[in-house]
């Protein structure tokens, strides 16, 4: 089983250009999934492309939720989402309800100096 790890909002709390101690104000928000390792069948070049378009796509939506992007926007991301996720999972229902259950632990942390 391989876990992702995506976040935004470090930039702001630690910017590059800045050397700094501390950081600066920030929300930041991670995500945290379990990523279900390929069927056997699975040509795992193609199944490791579905899942950097995946994590792609959820770091866009971190940051449409972050920017406070329309909900039409947000949507369509997450239909995207959802339609590379059924290609990944190669027919499998098990597979696509463990990689969607997966994605669903998302969590902010507010940081304050």
Do not use: C
């Not at 991670?30 to 056997?40: N, Y």
């Not at 792609?56 to 369509?76: G, R, S, W």
């Amino acid at each position: 089983m391989l876990q992702a790890f995506l976040h935004t909002g470090v930039e702001t709390f630690w910017p590059m250009s800045i050397r700094t101690v501390g950081g600066f104000p920030a929300k930041i928000r991670f995500k945290l999934f379990k990523i279900p390792s390929p069927a056997e069948s699975v040509d795992l070049a193609v199944y490791v492309d579905h899942l950097q378009h995946i994590m792609q796509l959820e770091l866009d939506l971190l940051n449409l939720i972050d920017t406070h992007a329309n909900k039409e926007e947000i949507e369509a991301v997450r239909a995207v989402l959802h339609d590379e996720i059924h290609r990944i999972s190669n027919g499998d229902q098990s597979v696509e309800n463990e990689i969607e259950k997966g994605m669903m632990m998302e969590k902010s942390v507010p940081t304050k100096i």
